[in-house]
């Protein structure tokens, strides 16, 4: 079955360090999103992208970063992380002139 | 801009009472709506939407909501709740951006509690 993974489930890492979560959707999705989610806020968009080659800053992209070498994946990296990127992040893709995102299990980073 | 409210961050219920879970939008062209579901540790699923179509949406799980034009609302509701709908339920409007692509802006979600 097709499907939206991301990796790793959960992570721990210092301030200061780079760390990247990974994010594979198997429906040849051209449109992906990445959302970080916090107590109050609900979900909000960091980055999302249109297609390969193709990305685009979200709401909160500030300390993010994504690239889109293939239809399959788009990676995020937090360049040097900080403790107010502690959070939840979610990856989700669509079809294109789709309207429905599917969501992966997301990702726990503690930032410490 | 678009923008969604949800009214009550916490709601709780009885089990077999009426589900009623609050959402007003905002939007600058004719609006999609939707409302996930987020179950401990999972990620978001989608409940229902409306696309312009009927203005009283079914989804899963035996919710249905309704859209109301007048009231920029978009209320989700459940006649008889069951303690599998405990969850934190989001909606979220989207709108047309760089073509046909949509981006979602979500509420901040409401946990509902069944009670037993």
């Known amino acids: 079955d097709a499907e939206i993974t991301q990796s790793p489930r959960h992570k721990i890492t210092e301030t200061g360090r780079q760390v990247t979560l990974a994010c594979h959707q198997t429906?040849?999705?051209?449109?992906m999103f990445w959302y970080r989610q916090d107590l109050g806020h609900g979900l909000r968009l960091i980055h999302y992208s249109y297609g390969v080659q193709d990305t685009n800053k979200g709401e909160v992209s500030d300390g993010y970063s994504v690239s889109r070498s293939n239809t399959e994946d788009l990676p995020l990296t937090l360049e040097s992380a900080a403790s107010s990127q502690t959070s939840v992040y979610f990856c989700?893709?669509?079809?294109?002139?789709?309207?429905?995102?599917?969501f992966g299990p997301g990702t726990r980073l503690l930032v410490l | 801009a678009q923008s969604v409210t949800q009214l009550g961050s916490h709601v709780s219920v009885s089990e077999g009472a009426l589900v009623l879970l609050r959402c007003n939008y905002s939007s600058s062209v004719p609006p999609y709506l939707f409302w996930y579901v987020q179950y401990p540790n999972q990620g978001l699923q989608l409940l229902l939407k409306?696309?312009?179509?009927?203005?009283l949406v079914k989804g899963i799980n035996g919710f249905e909501a309704e859209f109301k034009k007048s009231e920029t609302s978009f209320h989700l509701t459940k006649p008889s709740a069951h303690m599998s709908d405990a969850a934190e339920y989001f909606c979220?409007?989207?709108?047309?951006?760089?073509?046909?692509?949509?981006?979602?802006?979500f509420g901040s979600g409401t946990q509902l509690t069944v009670l037993p």
């Open positions: 409306y696309t312009s179509a009927a203005t």
């Open positions: 979220a409007v989207s709108d047309v951006k760089g073509g046909s692509a949509r981006q979602l802006t």
């Open positions: 429906w040849n999705h051209n449109n």
């Open positions: 989700a893709s669509s079809e294109s002139g789709q309207e429905t995102q599917y």
